[in-house]
């Protein structure tokens, strides 16, 4: 597309660098850039950390006029928002213009069950004309596109409605506070946003055999620097404590 990138390290915590954040941009600006896109995630795959617009949005417009904002909430889309009282990371934000959501990550919805939304007078932009043969505007269900994948995502919505999402929602995160609570114990280092359902431990600290026993996902399951526990719905309160008992002989069996 011929955009110039720019990537912002993160720190420990795995927040941006909003030094480093301004550093790139006052660059950026002296490389002729005068237009951003600003891309932050919440609930990232591996750590299901989240980006803070509250911190970042100041600094982008300290240096620039026009950017437009976008939320990947492909995998903390369905899930943060009932668990969180942030409000200023969605669309009522004056200065967020999109985001994504995915239906077939946190409501187990059939793949392809992805939605963009976006604010008024900004879809235009990615309409195109050169689909015309098909009747309708380019940007809703026209042509091949699946409306049985619709359908079944507000199915799956409507049948629980806001109140029952937040309530199996927040569930998970219950549980998850569980096994963070016990890892704390164990003195086991991990990273996890406090509103998600991920926990990604340091493999470090964990047993290679009882990973792949309990199925947890490595970063790179050929040379694992991270297993995480996603906890949904069938990660029930028994497997779980069956995971930490094992996990708890392991750690004792090498300390002493
Ligand atoms: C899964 C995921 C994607 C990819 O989205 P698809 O709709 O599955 O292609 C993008 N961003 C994040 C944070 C994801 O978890």
Known sequence: MGLTPISVAIDENRAWDLAELEKALINAKENGIRYLVVHMTMGTTMYGSVDDPILILPIV????????SHIDGAFGGLIYPFTSENNDFNLSNPDIHSVTIDGHKMLQAPYGTGIFICKKGLIEYAQTAEASYVQGTDFTLCGSRSGANAIAV??????????GWQYLMEKLVDRTDHICETLDQMGIRYFRNPKMNIVAINAEDMDDDLARKYHLVADNFNDPKWWKIVVMTHAEK??????????????KSTTI
């Not at 507000?154 to 109140?163: E, F, K, P, R, V």
């Not at 028994?238 to 750690?251: A, G, N, S, T, W």
């Open 61 to 68: 417009k300290k240096h620039f006029n026009h950017f437009f």
């Open 154 to 163: 507000w199915m799956i919505l409507m049948t629980h409605g806001h109140s």
């Open 238 to 251: 028994h497997i779980i404590d069956e995971f930490l008992i094992d996990l708890q002989k392991k750690v």
